[in-house]
């Protein structure tokens, strides 16, 4: 394989910050030339795919990070690399990765499917189209997003085929993934494919693709006007066009009016197609957002995560920071549609659930509800860490959640903010879930973690003194 100038032991050691036996390991496959003998092209090639398909993650990231960025160097790479994911996906360790609350899909993978993607062949999109079969949930999402971020066209027909798999079903984090790569296409045929997935979705994401549609032109189509405006009617954003038979119909009624004969009434067009198409039927069934600490809610499957360590005990303007937000949470559950469901996680050293699943808003659910948050009070210390992996772990289906808190977390296996957002942002980039934070008299230094938790996924972000 090709390659640059190779690096010392020292530099890499430090770049991928392994130990320095690995490091040795990684450097014997950092090429000095090209071409090669045939012998030691070989060598080298065996040592490359060990380490692709070996225990260590680091030492399989510092691997691809050797190879020259030149076009022939990767495509050198590609096929060892191809074969490296296709053992990798068999290996049944990622199964217990998953049993031990580790990622499914380590960096070192998903270097190798990004590094894939980046590659303009079609034994490179056909590697990825036959990743979203592999059996493993994180890894054919990933494939989408390198996909469709890499614009790999040729495969638009299989990734809108995915609307009608089970994991499309079973999964919001993966319909997110969906309809956000092939946003990402930028091609007509993806427009086209997002329009049948607006059709199968609700909540959260029916409102985003809502919004999102609404700024797409015909330029989005290549300047085709007619089949912009037919999508535009498949997502419901103008009026079915009257047929030839209704016109002709309203053409005679008014003769026969003009004529003194008795008006008609015009018959309904019988036909297959519906009066509306099914996207601006489900506009108008729309759920009517509720409010949270001024936050709308869109989500049809939220969670409410709230704060009640020790320090929600304080009083301010005459109430307790945990009265005031029981206040706010109980008008937000009142207001909640009846199409919605919900649920409740309080912390403070432990994580409580007021149910373990997900319950429809309707009348007897919200008053068992707000009967709970009623009897609560403030506990011990804040243990946010734990609360946000209850969170994203709670429900497959989950949109959004409400994170309340006045603290700096102080209890747990991670109390640092930024090592709580690093490893939270990372796991929701499997769920895909909003995560809304609401700031009640925290430090600057907590506001700008709260903050940066919500803004990576479209979440709102809200302080209150």
């Known amino acids: 394989m090709p390659a640059g100038p190779a690096p010392s032991i020292r530099a890499v050691a430090c ?10 390991v990684v450097l014997s ?3 000095a030339s090209f071409p090669h003998p045939s ?6 090639e065996a040592r490359f795919r060990r380490l692709l398909t070996g225990r260590h993650d680091e030492a399989r990231v510092a691997a691809l990070r050797s190879v020259p960025s030149d076009f022939q160097s990767r495509l050198y790479a590609l096929p060892i690399i191809v074969d490296a994911l296709e053992i990798l996906c068999e290996d049944a360790r990622f199964d217990r990765a998953i049993k031990q609350g580790q990622p499914e899909l380590p960096g070192g993978v998903r270097l190798m499917i990004d590094f894939i993607g980046t590659v303009d062949r079609p034994e490179a999109t056909e590697a990825l189209v036959d990743l979203l079969d592999c059996g493993r949930l994180t890894w054919a999402m990933a494939s989408i997003q390198t996909l469709c971020k890499n614009q790999h066209h040729a495969a638009i027909d299989d990734v809108v085929g995915l609307i009608g798999s089970d994991a499309f079903d079973a999964s919001y984090g993966f319909r997110f993934t969906l309809a956000r790569g092939l946003k990402e296409m930028k091609h007509p045929d993806a427009w086209e494919g997002l329009a049948k997935v607006f059709e199968r979705v609700d909540g959260q994401l029916a409102h985003r693709l809502d919004q999102e549609f609404r700024h ?6 290549d300047g085709d006007e007619e089949r912009f405006q037919a999508w535009r009617g498949l997502v419901g954003l103008t009026p079915e066009p009257k047929s030839a038979q209704v016109d002709a119909l309203a053409k005679a009624s008014e003769i026969l009016r003009q004529e003194g004969q008795p008006e008609l009434p015009i018959p309904q067009q019988m036909g297959l197609q519906p009066a509306k198409s099914a996207a601006s039927y489900a506009r108008e069934k729309r759920l009517q957002p509720s409010h949270y600490y001024g936050i709308n809610i869109y989500a049809k499957r939220l969670l409410f995560v709230i704060d009640r360590s020790g320090s929600m005990r304080t009083v301010v303007g005459g109430h307790a920071r945990i009265q005031r937000a029981k ?4 008008t937000a559950i009142n207001g909640l549609d009846e199409q919605c469901q919900f649920g409740i996680l309080v912390f403070d050293n432990d994580v409580r659930a007021w149910r373990e699943e997900l319950v429809e808003a309707d009348e007897t659910n919200k008053r068992n509800a707000i009967r709970f948050v009623e009897y609560l009070s403030a506990g011990r210390s804040t243990n946010t860490y734990a609360a946000l992996r209850r969170s994203l ?3 497959p289906q989950l949109e959004a959640v409400f994170l309340l808190t006045d603290g700096e977390p102080t209890y747990g296996p991670i109390v640092n903010p930024s090592a709580i957002l690093l490893d939270i942002l990372r796991r929701n980039e499997v769920h895909n879930v909003t995560i809304n934070t609401i700031a009640i008299a925290v430090e600057p230094l907590m506001a700008t973690f709260l903050r940066n938790l919500s803004e990576p996924s479209n979440g709102e972000f809200r302080e209150v003194k």
């Not at 797409?216 to 189509?221: A, G, N, R």
């Open 39 to 44: 012998a030691a092209a070989d060598r080298n």
């Open 393 to 395: 772990s709670f429900d």
């Open 327 to 330: 206040m706010e949470l109980i």
């Open 216 to 221: 797409v032109t015909s330029e989005d189509f």
């Open 29 to 31: 496959v950092i090429f």
């Open 15 to 24: 770049r991928i910050a392994v130990s320095p036996v690995v490091a040795f």
